[in-house]
């Protein structure tokens, strides 16, 4: 089905005014009834101490960790129905990005200046991430599925997690590990672009100590014309029709506890995908993905302070395209760890074995396998007074040989509101397949990439608010990065390099508010990406790290409501090394508002409204974006 963009406008405006009418006079309902019969004690606070586990990994309060961590829970995921985890990192601090056209298109992401395969995601600790390419296709999954993201930032991750983590730490995790009641529920969406979405879950738990969560969903999309024209090139071969994307995803997770020490637990996230895309003249290309990681794991507490979980994973990106050169890629990875915590005199070490395979099914590469075996600890110290971490991880490459790396850092309360501190870390990456295989660009002669990170930061947290400032400065040897090389006869020929040195150094400042029930505050980040090699491109950007980038918001939320406007500015960039002028891409800002409102005890409804101000920009050459869109949903829930 398509109709035009006059009608799809037309149809668009109405639906949103109607999404938002219902939302504004519902609004001022639950305001007068609810202003008038609950006192502040009920209403929400900001949430300082909120639990995390991947910056340490163990459980550690925010307020003691040293990285920068952010969280985002289950209520702020509400407002990205029926959009991909990519929705939802690229509004976060530190975090740019690229599409290549609609949902579901190809696209990349860049944390503190290092591309997305030197930012390690896992789901529920396991390995996702595409064994050719190195990105973990965060485009392909969808934020429905998801109940938490805990997001990392900086190196400290390599000595915990090891390889492909310079960058930071991206977790997943999926529905399912927090039930205390069983609920059903069914979800329908409408949005621009014909864009539907239908799903549902149950969660169901018992006095035995069965924990059980399933759900499942369907999310297809006409998508919009993802090419632009190539205007000096007359004889491009521009394809201008829709883009569509379908998917249909599952998750599913079980835990049983067999006693206070014991608890036993597996949990898989699946989801298979078709995108379309063009491809000069032919007709009806398109790729069919699979993607999703699975685990088991038995976590035993042997004595009141000491703990083990042995757990294993398994995770799949596969994707077969049909087009001019259709090729298939099957990637695996299975991975065991034994991990291990135990309370110490002032804090609590962790140390664990891993042992990593990963395997690639496809006859563009000579190399098509590695194992990684790995030896970690770490100690934690997170009190009122002082925090402090420790890490250090040893793995041993199969292609690479053996690589070790560490991060020191601690922490100082000056005062019960205000906290100080500074780290250092190490960073190691291996080139990934796609990096060795000159099929793709590639070069076989590539070497490891290392990193040295400093960081610093300032931290003020109240009852009403959360303030961090944080600065950082990454020195990384040996970064691979895709080299243009034009010729006569092949403009775009180019392969990926080692450049000897880049810089990489910037600030980031977040603010919460919380104040009554009104909520306000931002990010702001400067950032400077640049070779430092020496030769031709020295003191060039990066590609695709914007200098300035920054987000505002004002929300209102009552227990029944969430309602949230938010503006986001990208500065410029450019697309290649090489930072010509038809490599520039221009800034621009974007204007959105979502809500979620409470009709009933059992029913919600959850509306987006994105690019209000139908601004148009790009985030690559040659690949349009979406002018003003919507999406609106029902949710029923049985308790």
Do not use: C
């Amino acid at each position: 089905m398509s109709v035009s963009r006059a009608s799809s406008r037309t149809y668009l405006r109405l639906s949103i005014l109607s999404a938002l009418g219902l939302l504004a006079v519902n609004t001022a309902m639950a305001a007068i009834s609810e202003n008038a019969s609950i006192n502040d004690s009920n209403l929400p606070q900001v949430e300082l101490d909120e639990i995390v586990v991947t910056a340490t990994r163990t459980p550690t309060k925010t307020s003691n960790v040293i990285a920068q961590t952010r969280v985002i829970d289950k209520e702020e995921l509400q407002r990205y129905q029926g959009q991909t985890v990519l929705d939802v990192l690229k509004r976060q601090p530190g975090i740019a990005f690229k599409q290549n056209g609609g949902l579901g298109a190809s696209s990349n992401f860049y944390m503190r200046g290092y591309d997305s395969k030197q930012v390690l995601v896992l789901i529920d600790g396991i390995r996702y991430s595409s064994v050719s390419a190195g990105g973990a296709a965060l485009n392909l999954l969808p934020a429905d599925q998801i109940d938490r993201i805990e997001v990392l930032y900086g190196a400290s991750g390599s000595s915990i997690y090891g390889a492909d983590a310079m960058g930071g730490v991206i977790q997943v995790f999926t529905k399912g590990g927090n039930i205390d009641r069983s609920s059903m529920s069914v979800t329908a969406g409408i949005g621009s672009n014909d864009h539907y979405v239908y799903g549902a879950s149950a969660q169901l738990a018992n006095t035995n100590g069965t924990t059980l969560s399933l759900s499942a969903s369907h999310n297809e999309t006409d998508g919009i014309n993802a090419t632009r024209p190539d205007p000096s090139n007359q004889n491009d071969p521009y394809n201008k029709d829709d883009d569509g994307f379908e998917s249909d995803s599952v998750s599913l997770a079980v835990n049983q506890r067999f006693s206070d020490t014991l608890l036993t637990g597996a949990s898989i996230l699946y989801s298979k995908s078709t995108t379309e895309y063009d491809d000069g003249t032919f007709e009806d290309a398109h790729a069919d993905q699979e993607n999703g990681a699975a685990q088991a794991y038995v976590d035993w507490q042997y004595m009141p302070d000491a703990s083990v979980k042995l757990q294993y994973g398994h995770s799949i990106d596969k994707s077969e395209s049909y087009s001019k050169y259709p090729n298939v890629f099957d990637g695996t990875q299975d991975q065991i760890s034994l991990v291990g915590k135990n309370k110490l005199l002032a804090g609590e070490g962790v140390y664990g074995l891993e042992y990593l395979t990963q395997d690639l099914d496809s006859t563009a590469y000579s190399i098509d396998d590695r194992n990684v075996k790995s030896a970690f600890a770490g100690y934690v110290i997170a009190n009122d007074r002082f925090d402090a971490q420790a890490n250090l991880r040893y793995d041993d490459d199969s292609r690479y040989g053996d690589e070790t790396t560490y991060n020191l850092g601690g922490a100082m309360h000056l005062s019960p509101d205000f906290r100080v501190g500074a780290s250092y870390a190490k960073g190691f990456r291996a080139p990934v397949f796609n990096d060795l295989s000159p099929v793709y660009s590639g070069n076989p002669d590539l070497k490891p990439e290392t990193s040295d990170n400093y960081e610093a930061f300032a931290e003020y947290n109240t009852l009403l608010q959360s303030t961090r400032l944080t600065g950082y400065y990454n020195d990384v040897e040996n970064l691979i990065s895709y080299v243009a090389s034009p010729t006569p006869s092949n403009p775009y020929a180019g392969a990926s390099q080692n450049i000897n040195e880049a810089k990489i150094k910037g600030i980031s400042l977040t603010s919460d508010w919380e104040m009554n029930d009104y909520l306000f505050g931002g990010s702001y980040d400067y950032q400077k990406a640049e070779d430092s090699s020496g030769g031709s491109d020295d003191g060039n950007s990066l590609p695709y790290r914007p200098e300035h980038k920054g987000l505002v918001y004002v929300g209102y939320r009552l227990p029944s409501l969430d309602i949230r406007a938010e503006y986001q500015y990208v500065g410029d960039y450019y697309s290649r090394i090489t930072n010509t002028d038809s490599q520039f891409v221009d800034n621009y800002g974007l204007l959105n508002i979502s809500g979620n409102y409470k009709l009933t005890d059992n029913l919600s409804m959850t509306a987006r409204l994105n690019n209000i101000t139908n601004e148009e920009y790009i985030t690559d050459i040659g690949y349009n974006t979406d002018g003003i869109n919507y999406f609106t949903s029902l949710t029923y829930n049985w308790y």
